[in-house]
């Protein structure tokens, strides 16, 4: 079966619900673990975001551009990235990136916030390929959620 042929998701959703149903709590103990394996193997697409070039357009999933981000990030010890998330137009052009933070306790915020928007911003136009990224037209929020020992 190609991946393309797959039913839609509500119908997979209304067969499982159904056959899940068919256990008692003790079955469900049974196929529980397998139940969510498969869950937590199933395929999830992640969002295109588009980059540009000389040679013209190209797409990088939002998992690889948060996975190269993080390489990036997390070498510098004042910072533990909790979470990134973007958020891209229409077209797939990005718009917006956020970086929710642990900061390291009684650390500047003001001047390590100008250095990870600086990171981040030099690393998304190096991977996406457009030197207006991000001070003309992406947006770099920073979130700081948490406090942690330096």
Known sequence: MALNDRPAAEDLLDLATTQLRQHTDEGWMAVGPRVLAAALGALRPSQPVR???AEGAYTVTADVLRRSLRTVLDPDPRVRVRRLAFRTRADDA???AVVE???AYLQPIET???DVRATVADHLRAVLGDP???E???TVDLLVTDVHRP
């Open 94 to 96: 990005l718009d917006e």
């Open 51 to 53: 980059g540009r070039h």
């Open 101 to 103: 933070l642990s900061v």
């Open 112 to 114: 390590l916030a100008d």
């Open 132 to 134: 207006d990224l991000p």
């Open 136 to 138: 003309a037209v992406v």
